[in-house]
């Protein structure tokens, strides 16, 4: 059946290290990501998405990874920061409909 | 306004009461969409709008819940016979249409409980 999951429930890094967070979906028709950063009491955070059609995208400090052989998703953080630390969800959207079905999430801990 | 406004921020009420939870769009979307966020969980699509039509009910819970939008604006989920199973941080998103690759952004939440 559909599904985004994720590799990691949780990650712990340093302030200043890079992160990665990692993403597999089964639904070979998903064609439309996107990561959501979510803080504590608050509503998901658009940060970065990406078509099927490309296989990197960058924005500022982050970059999405797509790897459709492997059904594979990741996100980069660069230079991570206290302010990182949040819940990290992918998305998929399907060419079929408009919901969008969401990974369980990643919890990221930067140490200061 | 500058993003998606939901009201109340939380609400606390008894087992068996009707609510109503309302959603502002950002100015301009015209797409809309209720999500479902239960404790350390993911996020459960419930429905989307496309002006004033709602077009797939089918990630209603149940016949308890429904939704409206007037205006192509604000937008308001009612659950009636309110259940403890019903307590979750419900979610708004709007995006502009809903043409492909248009990406959803997300308001704060209502967080319902239930008592």
């Known amino acids: 059946g559909e599904s985004v999951g994720l590799h990691l429930p949780t990650l712990s890094v340093q302030e200043g290290d890079n992160s990665i967070i990692n993403c597999a979906y089964s639904n070979s028709a998903s064609d439309y990501f996107i990561w959501y950063k979510q803080e504590s009491g608050k509503g998901p955070q658009f940060i970065i998405d990406?078509?099927?059609?490309?296989d990197k995208r960058q924005g500022q400090r982050v970059t999405v990874l797509l790897n459709k052989t492997v059904k594979h998703l990741s996100l980069q953080i660069a230079a991570t920061q206290p302010g990182d630390s949040a819940v990290y969800f992918c998305a998929e959207l399907s060419s079929s409909n408009y919901k969008l079905t969401f990974g369980k999430g990643t919890l990221l801990t930067v140490n200061p | 306004g500058a993003g998606v406004s939901q009201s109340p921020s939380n609400k606390v009420t008894e087992k068996g009461k009707d609510v109503e939870l309302r959603c502002d769009p950002i100015s301009g979307h015209t797409a809309l969409y209720w999500y479902r966020q239960s404790l350390g969980q993911g996020l459960e699509f419930l429905i989307y709008f496309q002006g004033n039509s709602a077009p797939d009910k089918s990630g209603l819970p149940s016949d308890r819940f429904s939704a409206e939008r007037t205006g192509g604006s604000v937008s308001t989920l009612t659950i009636q016979r309110t259940q403890q199973e019903d307590s979750a941080v419900y979610l708004c998103?709007?995006?502009?249409?809903?043409?492909?690759?248009?990406?959803?952004?997300f308001g704060d939440g209502t967080r319902l409980s239930i008592l």
């Open positions: 990406i078509r099927s059609n490309m």
């Open positions: 998103a709007s995006s502009f249409g809903l043409r492909r690759n248009q990406p959803q952004h």
